[in-house]
């Protein structure tokens, strides 16, 4: 199920069960995961596959391995707020994951992340090449960081 805000999302957290976030890039998704406790965000898996299915898959047999409680899709809209292709497409990714698990999942905002990791990435010296290879890990880590965050926020957790 889609949760609209992450004061609801958040209701969802168990202690001991981590929280999951999905990065939709074009060719890659990147996957972070949150440490038991909620509070540190860590790049977890690229996964490069073209079907949807098999990433669905992929996702599923992660989440049952790593005793998730909820899962984080960034969402991509444009600076103004607007969608764009790209958040129709991760919109259906994350409606087709719905359907395969009960798990809450809370679609976060994630404009700027991807550069953000790109220039984060560029920061420590890693050339272009190894950039492409890291940073939708480190934008899937920033996006649960921003949810992380506003559960903290909240005072929740």
């Known amino acids: 199920m ?26 890659k998704l990147g996957l972070a995961i949150s ?66 698990t009960n798990l809450p999942i809370f679609m976060q905002d994630e404009r700027l992340t991807s550069k953000a990791a790109d220039n984060l990435l560029k920061d420590l010296g890693l050339k272009r090449k190894n950039r492409n290879a890291q940073d939708d890990l480190v934008a899937a880590s920033m996006i649960l960081e921003t949810t992380l965050n506003s559960v903290r926020n909240l005072g929740n957790n």
Do not use: W, Y
């Open 2 to 27: 889609i949760i609209d805000t992450v004061q609801e999302f958040c209701k969802f957290f168990q202690k001991g069960h981590a929280v999951i976030s999905i990065d939709h890039g074009l060719k």
């Open 35 to 100: 440490s038991p406790d909620h509070h540190l965000p860590m790049p977890l898996k690229l996964i490069e596959i073209e079907s949807d299915k098999k990433k669905l898959k992929e996702i599923i047999e992660i989440i049952k391995e790593q005793k998730i409680c909820a899962i984080v899709v960034g969402l991509p809209v444009n600076m103004d707020g607007t969608k764009s292709p790209q958040t129709l497409l991760v919109e259906n990714f994350a409606e087709k994951l719905s359907r395969r």
